[in-house]
């Protein structure tokens, strides 16, 4: 008598089994979120950019007008301009020191775990305490950094410091700095302590300078880091909103407006919520941009390893 052969497994079993189907049910939950609070919330500033929405009412489609309207706007440019410029000097900034910082921690300090905690509090104390910490030391009368100066005869009366368009630019770039270098510093802290130490040792045995030693040696190898660390801090400077709104909310003159802030003011209390969505969609290509610069960097590690 030939064997029964046995029955077929369901599409579900098969599926629930197998390795890929169990990857896919675990990532729903999170696809899920993402869905309602990520997909939904931009299709629907894009969908808001070509109306003439208002607060109040739904508004009507008016295809590119907005964008012709932010196209002739000079407070837009400017808020381009502000955007831009806070990104690239307070980014360059938060990898130097960081870098800096990272280096000096991975020595062999005394109390050395102590100096970490202590460089991280920048970072987790909320942004609107650390601005307003910083709008006390940038007051007009009574900042403390013209209290010091004026003591010391440096100079004779307080400096204006969110009162004037570039010293306000500048102070909150070194607001943004003071909060955004415990987390580049602790980033590459962490990807310097991958590096094997025999490398280094290997280097300096072959005659190799410190400064040889970094840039031949340690470079190469933290890049991968650096790439995905530095697209985080564009990110997070490029969007930045707290510090501002609290520091300056965008004056004196627009001056220290960046799309973020610009975005808001024209969508909330302005009432224009179409016009403030097509600032905010404006941003994305700049996103973008900031995305791929960090593929690009992951894709060295392949190098690196001897890939193609």
Not at 77 to 92: H, R
């Amino acid at each position: 008598m030939p064997p029964v052969p046995e029955p077929r497994a369901s599409f579900w079993r098969r599926f629930t089994e197998s390795r890929n189907g169990l990857g896919f049910l675990f990532m729903l939950p999170a696809a899920a979120f993402l869905l309602c609070f990520l997909t939904y919330p931009l299709g629907l500033g894009v969908w808001l950019g070509f109306t003439d929405a208002r607060i109040g009412r739904p508004g009507e489609w008016i295809g590119l007008e907005n964008y012709l309207w932010l196209a002739e706007d000079p407070v837009f440019w400017l808020s381009v301009f502000n955007t831009l410029f806070y990104t690239f000097v307070a980014s360059v900034l938060k990898f130097g020191l960081g870098l800096w910082l990272a280096l000096l921690l991975n020595r062999h300090l005394p109390f050395k775990n102590l100096f970490r905690a202590i460089i991280l509090l920048p970072w987790v104390v909320p942004t609107v305490l650390s601005a307003l910490a910083f709008w006390w030391i940038f007051d007009s009368q009574f900042s403390i950094i013209s209290w010091v100066l004026m003591k010391w005869g440096i100079i004779s009366q307080p400096i204006n410091f969110l009162g004037d368009p570039w010293n306000a630019r500048l102070s909150v770039m070194a607001a943004n700095v003071w909060r955004g270098i415990p987390f580049v510093a602790i980033s590459l802290l962490a990807g310097l302590q991958t590096i094997p130490q025999s490398l280094n040792e290997a280097a300096a045995i072959d005659g190799a300078t410190p400064w040889q030693r970094f840039t031949k040696v340690t470079l190469p190898l933290l890049t991968p880091i650096i790439a995905v660390v530095m697209t985080f801090s564009v990110l997070f400077t490029f969007t930045d909103f707290q510090l501002i709104y609290v520091l300056t909310r965008g004056g004196p003159v627009n001056a220290t407006h960046l799309m973020a802030t610009l975005s808001f003011q024209r969508a909330i209390p302005g009432g224009q919520l179409g016009e403030g969505a097509a600032i905010a969609v404006a941003m994305i290509p700049f996103l973008l941009a900031a995305i791929l610069f960090s593929f690009f960097g992951l894709q060295r590690r392949k190098w690196q390893q001897g890939g193609d």
